[in-house]
């Protein structure tokens, strides 16, 4: 994951969220653009109980 990305579960939901929400359409733009791996961020925020919804492009 890269430094920039937080590591912390709670502060990774946030930053993803407001990223999704402002700049990319989907999350699989976002992981490209971000150079992200889909299948870790999805189980790292799995972890807290939060899903992608890809109607409300966001993770709940």
Same mark, same amino acid.
């Given at each position: 994951? !890269? !430094?920039? $990305?937080?590591?912390?579960?709670?502060?990774? +939901? !946030?930053? $993803? *969220?407001?990223?999704?929400?402002?700049? %990319?359409? !989907? +999350?699989?733009? +976002?992981c490209?653009?971000?150079?992200?791996e889909?299948?870790? +961020?999805?189980?790292?925020?799995?972890? $807290?109980? %939060?899903?992608? *919804?890809?109607i409300? *492009?966001?993770?709940?």
């Amino acid at each position: 994951m !890269s !430094s920039t $990305i937080p590591n912390d579960p709670v502060m990774l +939901l !946030s930053y $993803i *969220n407001t990223q999704l929400r402002d700049h %990319y359409p !989907s +999350l699989e733009d +976002l992981c490209a653009a971000l150079n992200l791996e889909q299948e870790f +961020l999805t189980q790292k925020l799995g972890a $807290i109980d %939060y899903v992608y *919804n890809k109607i409300q *492009n966001q993770f709940q």
